[in-house]
């Protein structure tokens, strides 16, 4: 059978990126859905970046909800309709009916949830689909030879889950999916603001505080923010001031837990390719990977150099453009 398109999708916690065939990434919008409910019905009133600024905005008959919760499917009809929109906005007036999908999914999902994926772009319009890990995507949209016969460390920290491989002869060996993510982080930027300064926020400011301020480790030009957010002591709007130092407390317990994970899936790696990865390092990808000084941290916890890969948020679409560009549609695909 002829497809009229390949399309790869890196269904994300946080935002969704989708490329397609020789075009490279044409779609990059927030996995965000604007629903409003009325007599019984949902009808969808916006998508993607359009939806995300209604976060926090929206009267009672309106509701901005993310279909995707850790890492899988939470709202399968808000998904499907959130990936048609997003498919037919990236193929333009090509015809979807043949198209060729690819979607990334976390390593540690269940074959309910793996399903639940398969099904939404199916329901999306997707004539065939096939499946492929996020840390294999990751891996190879990081530059990493993942077909060699030694081994790799990917660690890809997105908006959902963290998901921690060692990769070798196109393969994942051992991985850990871990729900401690970009959203945890802004949660508990959220709970230490609340707690410190009895000041409540919304998860749009907790993101920018984290994108402006968020290190691991202490950082040369450590600044401050001036946020504001709604007193709990006499519920008026008030202005406070965050710092680095702030954020950094804020972030210890989910970076802690990253780091363990990493610690584990080490000590459960076979001892010829654990010393691989004491030569080539571990690789880190994901919005995640962009908090400052992480790839430090992890080399001090861990013994071993890390870097944080070129492009870390494109690198799971970037390595299913690959998969694509090269007909590769078997590797890494779910089983």
Known sequence: MLFSQDIGIDLGTANTLICVKHKGIVIREPSVVAVAVGAGQKKVVAVGEEAKKMIGRTPGSITAVRPIKDGVIADFQMTADMLRHFIKKAMGSSPFARARVMICIPSGVTEV?????????????ARYVSLIEEPMAAAIGAGIDVTAPRGSMVVDIGGGTTEVAVISLGDIVCSRSLRVA???????????VRKKYSVLIGERTAEEIKISLGSAVP???????????????????????????????????PIAQIVETVRTTIEKTPPELAADILDSGIVLTGGGALIRGLDKLISAKTGMPCRVAEAPIDCVVTGTAICLEKDTLNIGKGK
């Open 219 to 253: 950082y040369d030009g450590e600044g401050a923010l001036d946020i504001r957010g709604r007193n709990l002591i006499d519920g008026l709007p008030k202005n406070v001031e965050v710092t680095s130092e702030d954020i950094r407390e804020a972030l210890e317990d």
């Open 113 to 125: 949830e793996r399903k639940a994926v398969h099904d939404a772009a199916v329901s999306a319009g």
């Open 182 to 192: 970009g959203d945890m982080f802004d949660d508990a930027i959220v709970q230490f």
